[in-house]
């Protein structure tokens, strides 16, 4: 029996302890907003927090989360959240939305711990979290807009 906290409440939760955080999230526990993209940490979509810090679930075994952190889309809030989501919004930055989460997660981390990001530090955060859609220069925009919101 494993023993998770996401979202600020313990779960616990039968099974294997090398089964990938991302299947415990989206199978054992119904918070189906984190995706399955790749299955092998390289495109972003399954990008979550584990004790603040953007993590890739689809690689992380459940038994190393424990103990920590996590937080999912379902469970974002804040101010900084606030603020990305409603750049998001206003921007109208998905397309198709699946990648989406993953991006929001990224972006909120890196706003979490840099407020004020240069183009540079936020290529370096959103490295990682493929858009199939190619809406890049939107999501480059809501993270500029989002910075400009917790500024005031």
């Known amino acids: 029996m494993l023993q998770l906290t996401i ?19 989206r199978d054992h526990l119904d918070m189906p907003g984190t995706k399955f993209g790749c299955g092998v940490a390289l495109c972003g979509a399954c990008t979550v927090h584990i004790d603040g810090q953007p993590a890739r679930a689809c690689v992380i075994r459940a038994a190393d989360a424990a103990g920590k952190a996590i937080t999912t889309i379902e469970g974002l809030d804040g101010k900084v959240a606030q603020a990305v989501q409603q750049a998001w919004e206003a921007l ?61």
């Open 7 to 25: 979202n600020g409440r313990e779960h616990r939760v039968d099974a294997a302890p090398d089964t990938p955080l991302l299947w415990i999230l």
């Open 92 to 152: 109208d930055v998905p397309q198709c939305g699946y990648c989406q989460s993953g991006q929001i997660m990224s972006a909120t981390a890196l706003l979490a711990n840099n407020p004020k990001p240069d183009d540079a530090a936020i290529t370096a955060a959103m490295d990682g979290n493929i858009c199939r859609c190619g809406t890049y220069s939107r999501i480059r925009q809501a993270i500029r807009d989002a910075a400009t919101a917790l500024e005031g």
